[in-house]
Each structure stands twice: as structure tokens, then as C-alpha cells.
Nanobody, 113 residues
């Protein structure tokens, strides 16, 4: 069992940056897979990025080269650095551990001028 809490969302202009953080209720060093998903109004929740415990990262094509997922094992957090944000990145962003089927409550990201 793991409890996840996201933070760091907000309003940013196109081209700007935000850093999301997902705090886990227990050590993440033994959690093999940690994901970020997002959902915009009227759309299904979609995969954004994945971090594997061995260090491998995987990204959706729509964010590749702009977003970076990383782990901070000392703080039990999984972060998502988002650069060069676009209006189409506007969504609620969720942290997810597929093994435990655990989801956070989400954090809103709005990209608008």
C-alpha cells in the first residue's frame, strides 16, 4: 500500500516551466514503476512519463524533449520537470504506482496567456 500526494501545479504562460512533485507515504527506492498521467476536460487520462527503479525513463511522444521525470529517493518523491509548456499541456496531472494501483488526488496545470 502506498499513498501519493501531488503538488506544484499552477497557472503558467506558454513557454514557461513548472515542477510537479509526488510525495509517497513510504520509500520509493523499492517501487519499480512510478508514472505520471494527465487528464484534460472531455478526454481520457493519458500516460505522460514513467520512471523505473533501475533508472530507465519513458515519455509520451507529446512531451518528449520537454518533460523530465526523476526520483529523489531521500525524500521519497517523484518529480516531473515541465519546460516549454504549451496550452495543450493544460490538464490535471496525477502520480500513479501501477503495482499498487495507487493514484494521487491530482494537481491542476493551466497553460495560458
Amino acid at each position: 500500500q502506498v499513498h501519493l500526494v501531488e503538488s506544484g501545479g499552477g497557472l503558467v504562460q506558454p513557454g514557461g516551466s513548472l515542477r510537479l512533485s509526488c510525495a509517497a507515504s513510504r520509500s520509493i527506492s523499492s517501487i519499480h514503476i512510478m508514472d505520471w498521467y494527465r487528464q484534460s476536460p472531455g478526454n481520457q487520462r493519458e500516460f505522460v512519463a514513467r520512471s523505473l527503479s533501475a533508472g530507465t525513463t519513458i515519455y509520451a511522444d507529446s512531451v518528449k524533449g520537454r518533460f523530465t521525470i526523476s526520483r529523489d529517493n531521500a525524500r521519497n518523491t517523484v518529480n516531473l520537470q515541465m519546460n516549454n509548456l504549451k496550452p495543450e499541456d493544460t490538464a490535471v496531472y496525477y502520480c500513479h504506482n501501477p503495482t499498487a494501483d495507487a493514484w494521487g488526488q491530482g494537481t491542476q496545470v493551466t497553460v495560458s496567456s
